[in-house]
């Protein structure tokens, strides 16, 4: 199956294809109030660690750094990517970040963990834990 998951900067306009917006960064971006914003939903399960994102913007630590560990963490905590999961399998999922260099940030890389599990998820032969029929019931909780 194939999902269309985009990466976008929370400051570019909203537009009509972009399905669930999602900002996954464990802080809010400066200078914006939520209704312009769009969003499906605020996730920061999925965003790196507070200590991580602050070695890497302190740059204590390299890119290759950084990209090892946010897999790691990512790895780490496998049912973070869940609710994400399930929006990409609704429909397009756009997550938003306020890094100003998209490509240099860490969606690309969730991006990719979302994929490799998506497709993990499709290749077993068990109900899907990330399906789309779970997503309104978790925000009935």
Known sequence: MS???????????????????ILVDRLWPRGKERASLALTDWYRDAAPSSALRRD???QKISEASFQTRYRLELKESADALLPLMRYARQS???LLTASRQL???HLPILREALLDALEEEDRSD?????SPCLL???SEI
């Not at 999902?3 to 917006?21: P, T």
């Open 103 to 105: 490509e240099q940030s």
């Open 92 to 94: 397009k999922l756009t």
């Open 56 to 58: 890497y913007h302190q």
């Open 136 to 138: 309104s019931q978790q």
């Open 126 to 130: 068990r109900e899907p834990a990330s």
């Open 3 to 21: 999902y269309d998951i985009a990466l976008k900067r929370v400051y570019s306009a909203f537009e009509e294809d972009d399905g669930a917006r």
